[in-house]
């Protein structure tokens, strides 16, 4: 379990993408963070003291369960103040991350972040998820974007049965895996390494839309 901040950033270091590039990236992306979050709450101003555990490595610890070879296109719903997305794009910045997002003021922050960090594989869509354009996607992650089974509703049409899903939930992962009805699953709840009472719901839907009659 990572716990403090001087924690965090050696984690970090030790991940296979983050060289001194990607750490330049994220550096970035705190300083952004701390002064847009003056203009807009992106982030509770709580968390801003422990940005690289609550924010940064809670989001790039997902690339643990995800091969660099089969991560693109990476889907990122409801991405908000730019978590997971940002990270993810500025720790694989060859991948394609497509970051959804419907509110005007994220849109532009998300945008303005990701030019700033020099993420050209990285793109922001905004609009509400009914309404983006279906594609399959490698992977699909969402942090606190809705209830599994709504948000298994809304993004089913962008999975295929090798599309990974990555849903960190909180203390509610496992009871709302526990909950889930009508759909053919594999998936399981991985502990999060940031938060020793919570859960990342990992894993795929069987085939197609995944949703039995």
Same mark, same amino acid.
């Given at each position: !379990? %990572? ?6 950033? #050696?984690? $970090?270091?030790?991940? =296979? ?14 300083? !952004? ?20 555990? *609550?924010?940064? &490595?809670?989001?790039?610890?997902? $690339? ?8 693109? =296109?990476? !889907? ?7 978590? =997971?997305? $940002?990270? %993810?794009?500025?720790?694989? @910045? ?13 849109? #532009?922050? $998300?945008?303005?972040? *990701? %030019?700033? !960090? ?6 922001? &869509? ?6 983006? +354009? ?12 809705? =209830? ?22 909180? *203390?509610?992962?496992?009871? #709302? ?6 759909? *053919?699953?594999?998936?399981?709840? +991985?502990?999060?390494?940031?938060? @020793?009472? /919570?859960? %990342?719901?990992?894993?795929?839907? /069987? ?7």
């Amino acid at each position: !379990m %990572i716990t403090t901040e001087d924690e965090a950033r #050696e984690w $970090l270091r030790a991940l =296979p993408e983050c060289d001194a590039a990607a750490m330049e990236r994220l550096e970035l992306l705190v300083a !952004m963070l701390a002064e847009e979050n003056q203009r807009q709450n992106l982030v509770s101003a709580a968390s801003l003291d422990q940005v690289w555990l *609550r924010h940064i &490595v809670d989001s790039a610890q997902l $690339l643990s369960y995800v091969p660099r070879e089969t991560s693109t =296109p990476w !889907m990122d719903l409801g991405t908000g103040a730019g978590f =997971p997305g $940002l990270v %993810i794009a500025a720790l694989r @910045p060859e991948c394609e991350v497509i970051m959804v997002e419907s509110r005007a003021r994220r849109i #532009e922050w $998300l945008d303005r972040a *990701r %030019i700033a !960090m020099g993420l050209d594989c990285a793109s922001v &869509v905004g609009q509400r998820l009914e309404l983006v +354009e279906t594609r399959q996607a490698a992977v699909i992650s969402a942090r606190a974007f809705a =209830p599994l089974e709504k948000l298994l509703t809304l993004s089913a049409r962008f999975s295929t049965s090798d599309t990974v899903f990555l849903l960190p939930k909180g *203390r509610s992962a496992g009871q #709302e895996l526990e909950d889930l009805r009508k759909w *053919r699953h594999v998936f399981h709840v +991985e502990q999060s390494l940031t938060d @020793p009472q /919570a859960g %990342i719901i990992v894993g795929t839907l /069987a085939g197609g839309k995944g949703k039995n009659g």
